[in-house]
Nanobody, 114 residues
Framework: QVQLVESGGGLVQAGGSLRLSCVVS??????MGWYRQAPGKQRELVGV???????NYADSVKGRFTLSRDNAKNTVYLQMNSLKSEDTAVYYC??????????WGQGTQVTVSS
């Protein structure tokens, strides 16, 4: 059974930093990453990273957020710097197998106060 367990969310002031972690168990996945959903909005891509370390970020977070992964630990990290109030959302970990099957974590709240 595949499980994604997120941690690291919380409340931070604008300009601050947070680091999210997601441990994936039950499989090995090519693509791992993060999406987010703000109140009243659709879920959107934050960024994804391949098993080879290639990354793709949403324009809104480029230069501020950094993805990394530890393949040995099946863990993906999202370092978020220079946080803005518009980054407030529930952040969801996502993993995608080579066959295209997707799995989601339960979500972790990130709140940025201005």
């Amino acid at each position: 059974q595949v499980q994604l367990v997120e941690s690291g969310g919380g409340l931070v002031q604008a300009g601050g930093s947070l680091r999210l972690s997601c441990v994936v168990s039950g499989g090995i996945f090519n693509i791992m990453g993060w999406y987010r959903q703000a109140p009243g909005k659709q879920r959107e891509l934050v960024g994804v990273i391949s098993s080879g370390g290639y990354t793709n970020y949403a324009d809104s977070v480029k230069g501020r957020f950094t993805l990394s992964r530890d393949n040995a630990k099946n863990t993906v990290y999202l370092q978020m710097n220079s946080l803005k109030s518009e980054d407030t959302a529930v952040y969801y970990c996502n993993s995608r197998s080579w066959s295209g099957t997707e799995y989601w974590g339960q979500g972790t709240q990130v709140t940025v106060s201005s």
